[in-house]
């Protein structure tokens, strides 16, 4: 039975995320905004409610344990952006080794995705810094706050940005495009804002609970493991949250919408590396348990990557490829039993 349930949450997600991607092209096309902001702000923020939603609600409305709520919370907030950071972006190359080959481009629009690595990288390490904020420090709680202020502000500056370059984009043939008719046109309904929204909405809502019902799944198979609920949100959680951006990007990327395939990474990386860091700093101690340190470490050292690979003109699908050695030196170091 629990392989039953695990399978048919994987299949919510694959149906959901293609009605998803379907209504976000659409409504992006109907707005006359760039791929840009549709990937970095629309699918990005969109696609990652899942792992958003889990260490608010360990934090908030948790078990009776409020140890264990903060190792779960705390585990999912570096947990997410590590698997974006690496396995995400090795998984989407993958997607197209066969049809591009290892030296074959990935073409997004490039001073979006450099501007989303750097306001990734300069929000994360912020970040990352203050969990060396003694936790006995008169005036921690006011730092940290200070610091979670910071990060939110971050991501506003982040948004206007954007959303301020879309014009720009547009006019040099970066405008969002639908791939195909919108699925709940061909019942016969009419390729109204209306009909957009509502299919969007549907899409977002199956796929929340196709990460929840997998989300569960996982849990009970964790029973059987012997790692700490720490390592479980890091390690075993995020699979199942970052499934939406994952399979979003590889249809993108399976039709070359380059921009909206890493657009849809990299924004939801600006998202998680800002306002889930800042939750954290708010509802937590925020403390540099070796874990938690190593996925830090692990995030940067995969987002750095992409960034110095970005200063060129080509980014290469074996440049995404070796995004995944990050993650599986951060696999080793897990089973190594740190933590």
Known sequence: MIWLLLLSSLAAILIAAE?????????????????????????????????????????????DDAALNQEIGVGAIFGAPLMLATLVMSLTGVAVLRLRGLRGDITPELSGFRRDLNVFLAAFLLAGL??????????????????????????????????????GLVEQGHATEAHQDMFLARLGLPTSLAVILLQLALGLGVLVAGAKGFIHVVHQLSDHLAISALLLSLLIIPVATELPENVNSILWIQRRKDTLAMGNITGAMVFQGTALPALGLLLTSWQPQPAVVAAFATTVAGALWLRLQASGRRLKVWHLGVSGLFYLGFLAMALAGFG
């Open 19 to 63: 009605f998803f991607t379907n209504a976000l092209e659409h409504l992006g096309e109907r707005l006359g905004i760039s791929e840009g902001v549709t990937g970095s702000l629309f699918a990005a923020v969109g696609t990652a409610m899942p792992e958003t939603m889990v260490p608010v609600l360990a934090l908030m409305a948790g078990t």
């Open 130 to 167: 203050a969990l060396l904020i003694p936790a006995d420090w008169t005036h921690a709680g006011l730092a940290r706050a200070l610091v979670a202020t910071a990060l939110v502000f971050i991501y506003f500056l982040y948004v206007l940005t954007t959303l301020q370059s879309s014009a």
